[in-house]
T-cell receptor
Framework: AQKVTQAQTEISVVEKEDVTLDCVYE???????LFWYKQPPSGELVFLIR??????QNEISGRYSWNFQKSTSSFNFTITASQVVDSAVYFC?????????FGTGTRLTVIP | GAGVSQTPSNKVTEKGKYVELRCDPI?????LYWYRQSLGQGPEFLIY????????DSGLPNDRFFAVRPEGSVSTLKIQRTERGDSAVYLC????????????FGSGTRLTVV
């Protein structure tokens, strides 16, 4: 069975702090894809990153970085020097059977 | 259009009524998906179209829910005999390919059944 667990329901940080959002997944597939999406108050899901299972190299994009650990089935997301505009709900997701299977999300609040 | 358009953005209906939610995908995107997002939850898959046909409708919760995409572009999600438990945000996404890459989501339709 496919499962995505985001154990952190809500996180609050003060602006400029670093924050890591955790994601643990379960899948029987040997090849799979993982995603992170951002959902601001407007409601639209904004794509952040796609990672395939055979590429464990960590990725950095500006203030965002992702740590993929296949051995622990984790795909964690770090925001460095957080900003108020980062406040949103963040979803980790796994592609299964041609569609996205989402975790329950982590609500991040960045306090100015 | 430039993005995925969903109408209406908000819909309030009485229990037992019929509703239609519309999704206008990005031009040329052959894959179209409907998801339902309840309060405090992640989006849950409902149905996936490849072209005009429903390739996977395993997420539809019961036979009150139905979706069509007659010309391979615009899709309509139809809910009959609405119940209060149907209240949620209904999200549509489209993509050039069905492997999750390049999904673009719309802003959703917030359905409230009173």
């Amino acid at each position: 069975a496919q499962k995505v667990t985001q154990a952190q329901t809500e996180i609050s940080v003060v602006e400029k702090e670093d924050v890591t959002l955790d994601c643990v997944y379960e899948t029987r597939d040997t090849t799979y894809y993982l995603f992170w999406y951002k959902q601001p108050p407007s409601g639209e899901l904004v794509f952040l990153i796609r990672r395939n299972s055979f590429d464990e190299q960590n990725e950095i994009s500006g203030r965002y970085s992702w740590n993929f650990q296949k051995s622990t089935s984790s795909f964690n997301f770090t925001i460095t020097a957080s900003q108020v505009v980062d406040s949103a709900v963040y979803f980790c997701a796994l592609v299964w059977a041609n569609n996205l299977f989402f975790g329950t999300g982590t609500r991040l609040t960045v306090i100015p | 259009g430039a993005g995925v358009s969903q109408t209406p953005s908000n819909k309030v209906t009485e229990k037992g009524k019929y509703v239609e939610l519309r999704c206008d995908p990005i031009s040329g995107h052959t894959a179209l998906y409907w998801y339902r997002q309840s309060l405090g939850q992640g989006p849950e898959f409902l149905i996936y179209f490849q072209g005009t046909g429903a390739a996977d409708d395993s997420g539809l919760p019961n036979d009150r829910f139905f979706a069509v995409r007659p010309e391979g572009s615009v899709s309509t999600l139809k809910i009959q005999r609405t119940e209060r438990g149907d209240s949620a945000v209904y999200l549509c996404a489209s993509s050039l390919r069905p492997d999750g890459y390049g999904y673009t989501f719309g802003s959703g339709t917030r359905l409230t059944v009173v």
